[in-house]
């Protein structure tokens, strides 16, 4: 993995809160019967929410390369069940996003904070729920030495990158809450739903990532 061609990209800040790929997502939705009533978490107003990280592990195969995910425990209170990143909110004696991803994926999967090289950032995403999440992107190198913390994490597994990058593998699905029409990014792998928050952010590094191929 080209770290230092990484850390530039990501530096760059072309991902889909920064740059003309929203065009790619408004086109998919202009094919769809009912468009959606809300606006992507990528370009939702910000003001008032409550600050949060997540960490977005790359884990390092040498010829290959996967992203580490969680499963949320199904008896939690929020997004029980639900495929994520290691985080959460921001806490007071946090000095920045990256501290908070640290401490959380610590505290989530027993990650040792100096075996994470962070790489730089994804673009921030507002939550229906109401959090400003910033993604942290970090590089680990096996073998990983986790200990889930069994009341929030279920289990933890890898997605290989190459099926993020695939397009084949990215949906953009609809369903009413609340009686508004929702838009939201799906990546089926396996029995696995990906979908919501952690799936936006996928679809974001595909496109920090993919430039990178195409350049």
Do not use: C
Not at 28 to 56: Q, W, Y
Not at 59 to 87: M, W, Y
Not at 99 to 104: D, I, W
Not at 167 to 191: I, K
Request: aromatic share 6%.
């Amino acid at each position: 993995m080209d770290r230092d061609g990484l850390r530039a990209r990501l530096a760059a800040g072309r991902g889909l809160g920064k740059r003309s790929d929203l065009e790619a997502a408004q086109a998919i939705l202009a094919e769809l019967d009912e468009p959606p009533m809300v606006l992507s978490g990528f370009n939702r107003d910000a003001t008032g929410k409550r600050p949060a990280a997540v960490l977005v592990p790359l884990v390092d195969h040498g010829s290959e390369v996967s992203i580490l995910l969680t499963q949320r425990t199904d008896h939690l209170k929020n997004h029980a069940g639900q495929i994520s990143f290691p985080g959460g909110r921001v806490e007071a004696g946090d000095k920045d996003p990256e501290h908070t991803a640290l401490r959380e994926a610590t505290e989530e999967i027993g990650l040792d904070p100096a075996s994470v090289d962070i790489v730089g950032r994804l673009d921030d995403y507002v939550t229906v729920t109401g959090f400003l999440v910033t993604p942290v992107v970090g590089v680990l190198t096996p073998p990983l030495d986790l200990t889930l913390d069994p009341f929030e994490v279920a289990n933890a597994f890898e997605v290989p990158l190459d099926f993020v990058m695939d397009p084949a593998n990215h949906r953009l699905e609809t369903r009413l809450h609340d009686g508004m029409r929702r838009a939201y990014y799906a990546m089926p792998h396996g029995d696995r739903y990906i979908w919501g928050a952690t799936a936006a952010m996928l679809m974001n590094l595909h496109a920090v990532l993919r430039e990178s191929v195409e350049t």
